[in-house]
């Protein structure tokens, strides 16, 4: 016999008047969630009620029908009704869809009201961005469709972003292959085959973070926080046809600029067009360049120049300034504390007041036609201009010197002589701009790679030592005693060596060393600040210019000042830089080279230089970009593990650079050439991490017992260190 199956009946619907309705007691819903009442109200006064109210009937003491029906289900949409009628908007006998369930049901009030909340499946995220792509397509503006689910316009660009993402990632995030964040980091860049690439590069990494979806999506572009950018001007640059990439989901600091080759073209422009308008000055030259290198001034004459006289409306306004600085100095003077926003006000009259005594300088007529300027950008990305430097070939000489061939600056040069190397151009009346350095962007040479470990380049290997140069500089600079017993040294190598002396009782002399291979962060490096603050901590206190007088100062400075000021002055003759060597005689020998390294080996063990102190670590710039892979697999090998290297080794140059200068920062790791040698064990294998070797290890062979004298070789250390140097 063949079961019948039972057939199932709904529950009616029907219209029942608004003022029929009331809420139900048994309704599980007690916490205000999701959508206000208000947005409801207004959503239904749009579109009309979409989902209909559940209700029973409610039956008098008697259990006969009053003829009100409770609502155990749709609380929200009744209360959004009865927001519509009271603003008279509605009324009150307006039929209301409802599904009205028989009130002997077995099925309890709070069951409909807890299965039809628990029961709905949200729409995913990925259905919501496609709705919001469908309604744009078909008419709706951003505004429109933001006040129609009452949302920013801001959300509803985020929305249709996410939507414009690649559709092979969006599939991926739809089968929750990556996360709404990651998702997210993709829109920064509209390039869907980018997308995809970046996508196929990290889905298998340990490191699939939206910082490094970002990062390598946009690793080709500027930031417009970049200094370059700033100069320029983001509407200059996007008038020029330039392209901007913008994160609508974090502060993206301004966006990123796509085109960085037409960036620099207008920096370059823009710097030339500065230039042209400084050489109505009447400079003899001008030098634009992006980057000045540290010590760009050496060599060079610098003009004191007059302060140029405050007009009478500066002049107002600072005696303005600082009657309101003193009157409120004075209000506060015998307070505790003051106030923040005065404190605040203190500092803006500072700040203008420096502004106006800040004065240009002017210079005579006379001197500016011998001398030039520099044109450049500060680290903020404003225009710096230096003026006011003499070069040696452009000071004023004596007539019978230059009749006689005698000077030096003139010593071999015809009448008329080319101060443009070639490499300027002349404007404004004999003014030379010049531009000079290395062009800026210039893409490295492509790595050719075997897998072998090459000797690092020769060019990278001076930049380095330029680093240890300037550190050594500083750490001598302050510890008054290294630079005595350095002193001494060169007093003693000197002495027991046959040197020819002549025009003084003692040749003893510091030779200002000028860098001449140097990485561009060279001069805002922490180092090169602390020499500079030194330098002109001193410079302000020595009476410079008159003999007499600073003889007399000297003597009567104490005797720790006088030490200070002597490993100051010491300091700049320091020479730890690696050179090409010239077989020929001239320039340096090797033997020269060794020694010089060997030198400054014992100097960094003695001032305890520490280079990761000294601010210097392995970046992109300075070093990975710099060096074969190899290279770079050896560097993450040594400061983390083979285990952390096997997760480089498959990756391009490039990206392999990035990431490996994220897992250096902060690993303490240096390449050869700034390590000390004291702090490697003699078979060669690292010491342990804050572990150095003996102070007694042998360092370079080049410091023998036949160049001193045996009371200072004994203590010395007899075998040499190797220097990684290029072919």
């Given at each position: 016999?063949?079961?019948?199956?039972?057939?199932?009946?709904?529950?009616?619907?029907?219209?029942?008047?608004?003022?029929?309705?009331?809420?139900?007691?048994?309704?599980?819903?007690?916490?205000?969630?999701?959508?206000?009442?208000?947005?409801?109200?207004?959503?239904?006064?749009?579109?009309?009620?979409?989902?209909?109210?559940?209700?029973?009937?409610?039956?008098?003491?008697?259990?006969?029908?009053?003829?009100?029906?409770?609502?155990?289900?749709?609380?929200?949409?009744?209360?959004?009704?009865?927001?519509?009628?009271?603003?008279?908007?509605?009324?009150?006998?307006?039929?209301?869809?409802?599904?009205?369930?028989?009130?002997?049901?077995?099925?309890?009030?709070?069951?409909?009201?807890?299965?039809?909340?628990?029961?709905?499946?949200?729409?995913?995220?990925?259905?919501?961005?496609?709705?919001?792509?469908?309604?744009?397509?078909?008419?709706?503006?951003?505004?429109?469709?933001?006040?129609?689910?009452?949302?920013?316009?801001?959300?509803?660009?985020?929305?249709?972003?996410?939507?414009?993402?690649?559709?092979?990632?969006?599939?991926?995030?739809?089968?929750?292959?990556?996360?709404?964040?990651?998702?997210?980091?993709?829109?920064?860049?509209?390039?869907?085959?980018?997308?995809?690439?970046?996508?196929?590069?990290?889905?298998?990494?340990?490191?699939?973070?939206?910082?490094?979806?970002?990062?390598?999506?946009?690793?080709?572009?500027?930031?417009?926080?970049?200094?370059?950018?700033?100069?320029?001007?983001?509407?200059?640059?996007?008038?020029?046809?330039?392209?901007?990439?913008?994160?609508?989901?974090?502060?993206?600091?301004?966006?990123?600029?796509?085109?960085?080759?037409?960036?620099?073209?207008?920096?370059?422009?823009?710097?030339?067009?500065?230039?042209?308008?400084?050489?109505?000055?009447?400079?003899?030259?001008?030098?634009?360049?992006?980057?000045?290198?540290?010590?760009?001034?050496?060599?060079?004459?610098?003009?004191?120049?007059?302060?140029?006289?405050?007009?009478?409306?500066?002049?107002?306004?600072?005696?303005?300034?600082?009657?309101?600085?003193?009157?409120?100095?004075?209000?506060?003077?015998?307070?505790?504390?003051?106030?923040?926003?005065?404190?605040?006000?203190?500092?803006?009259?500072?700040?203008?007041?420096?502004?106006?005594?800040?004065?240009?300088?002017?210079?005579?007529?006379?001197?500016?036609?011998?001398?030039?300027?520099?044109?450049?950008?500060?680290?903020?990305?404003?225009?710096?201009?230096?003026?006011?430097?003499?070069?040696?070939?452009?000071?004023?000489?004596?007539?019978?010197?230059?009749?006689?061939?005698?000077?030096?600056?003139?010593?071999?040069?015809?009448?008329?002589?080319?101060?443009?190397?070639?490499?300027?151009?002349?404007?404004?009346?004999?003014?030379?701009?010049?531009?000079?350095?290395?062009?800026?962007?210039?893409?490295?040479?492509?790595?050719?790679?075997?897998?072998?470990?090459?000797?690092?380049?020769?060019?990278?290997?001076?930049?380095?030592?330029?680093?240890?140069?300037?550190a050594l500089r500083e750490a001598i600079g302050r510890s008054p005693d290294v630079a005595l017993t350095l002193l001494l040294l060169k007093l003693v190598t000197d002495t027991f060596r046959t040197s020819s002396a002549s025009g003084s009782c003692l040749e003893a002399s510091v030779r200002h060393v000028y860098m001449s291979a140097q990485a561009p962060d060279l001069k805002d490096s922490v180092v090169a600040k602390l020499v500079d603050e030194r330098h002109a901590e001193w410079e302000a206190d020595l009476p410079l210019g008159d003999d007499a007088a600073?003889?007399?100062?000297?003597?009567?400075?104490?005797?720790?000042s006088r030490l200070a000021l002597l490993a100051h002055c010491l300091s700049f003759g320091v020479n730890a830089l690696h050179e090409k060597v010239n077989p020929y005689g001239a320039g340096i020998s090797a033997g020269g080279l060794t020694r010089r390294m060997a030198h400054a080996d014992l100097v960094a063990r003695a001032t305890g230089l520490d280079m990761v102190e000294a601010g210097w670590e392995p970046t992109v710039d300075t070093y990975l970009n710099r060096v074969p892979k190899a290279r770079i697999l050896e560097a993450v090998r040594e400061a983390?593990?083979?285990?952390?290297?096997?997760?480089?080794?498959?990756?391009?140059?490039?990206?392999?650079?990035?990431?490996?200068?994220?897992?250096?920062?902060?690993?303490?790791?240096?390449?050869?050439?700034?390590?000390?040698?004291?702090?490697?064990?003699?078979?060669?294998?690292?010491?342990?991490?804050?572990?150095?070797?003996?102070?007694?290890?042998?360092?370079?062979?080049?410091?023998?017992?036949?160049?001193?004298?045996?009371?200072?070789?004994?203590?010395?250390?007899?075998?040499?260190?190797?220097?990684?140097?290029?072919?």
């Open positions: 016999m063949t079961k019948t199956v039972q057939k199932i009946t709904l529950s009616p619907s029907r219209d029942i008047p608004f003022d029929k309705l009331v809420l139900s007691q048994s309704n599980v819903r007690r916490i205000k969630a999701g959508v206000s009442v208000e947005e409801l109200a207004e959503d239904i006064a749009r579109r009309g009620l979409l989902q209909s109210l559940s209700v029973r009937p409610v039956l008098a003491n008697d259990g006969t029908e009053t003829g009100k029906f409770e609502i155990p289900a749709g609380g929200r949409r009744f209360q959004a009704l009865s927001l519509l009628v009271k603003q008279k908007r509605l009324a009150k006998t307006t039929p209301i869809p409802c599904i009205v369930r028989d009130a002997g049901s077995a099925i309890l009030v709070e069951d409909d009201s807890l299965a039809e909340n628990m029961q709905r499946v949200a729409l995913h995220p990925l259905d919501q961005f496609r709705a919001f792509v469908s309604l744009r397509d078909k008419g709706q503006s951003d505004a429109e469709i933001a006040a129609a689910f009452f949302v920013t316009p801001q959300i509803v660009k985020q929305r249709l972003k996410l939507a414009s993402v690649a559709p092979a990632l969006l599939e991926i995030y739809a089968e929750d292959g990556m996360t709404l964040e990651q998702l997210m980091a993709f829109t920064v860049n509209p390039d869907h085959a980018r997308q995809v690439q970046v996508w196929d590069v990290i889905h298998s990494s340990w490191n699939k973070e939206p910082f490094q979806i970002r990062r390598m999506l946009t690793e080709t572009s500027v930031r417009a926080s970049d200094r370059r950018a700033v100069f320029v001007g983001i509407e200059a640059y996007e008038a020029a046809g330039g392209t901007m990439l913008h994160d609508l989901f974090q502060g993206d600091d301004g966006g990123w600029l796509e085109d960085p080759a037409l960036l620099d073209r207008l920096v370059t422009e823009k710097l030339q067009a500065e230039a042209e308008t400084v050489a109505v000055e009447g400079w003899k030259w001008i030098e634009v360049a992006l980057d000045l290198p540290y010590g760009y001034s050496h060599g060079l004459r610098s003009l004191s120049g007059d302060p140029a006289p405050m007009t009478d409306d500066e002049g107002a306004a600072h005696a303005k300034l600082l009657a309101e600085y003193r009157a409120l100095e004075e209000e506060y003077a015998g307070q505790d504390e003051i106030p923040d926003e005065i404190d605040t006000r203190l500092g803006l009259l500072e700040a203008e007041m420096e502004k106006i005594e800040t004065r240009p300088l002017i210079f005579h007529a006379e001197e500016i036609g011998r001398a030039g300027a520099f044109v450049t950008l500060d680290r903020y990305g404003a225009l710096a201009v230096y003026r006011g430097y003499v070069r040696p070939e452009d000071e004023p000489v004596e007539e019978t010197a230059v009749q006689d061939g005698t000077d030096p600056a003139v010593a071999g040069q015809g009448a008329d002589r080319d101060l443009t190397d070639g490499h300027g151009s002349a404007a404004h009346g004999g003014t030379v701009i010049m531009s000079g350095g290395q062009p800026i962007g210039a893409d490295l040479p492509e790595d050719e790679d075997d897998g072998a470990l090459k000797p690092l380049p020769e060019r990278l290997v001076m930049e380095l030592t330029a680093h240890r140069t300037l600073l003889w007399d100062y000297l003597t009567v400075l104490d005797q720790g983390k593990g083979e285990v952390t290297t096997q997760l480089l080794d498959h990756l391009k140059k490039g990206e392999m650079a990035s990431e490996a200068e994220r897992l250096l920062k902060g690993s303490g790791w240096l390449p050869e050439v700034l390590r000390r040698n004291d702090l490697v064990a003699l078979d060669g294998e690292d010491c342990a991490e804050g572990q150095g070797a003996d102070v007694d290890a042998e360092v370079a062979d080049s410091v023998s017992e036949a160049d001193l004298p045996a009371f200072l070789t004994d203590d010395l250390p007899a075998q040499g260190a190797s220097m990684l140097a290029a072919e």
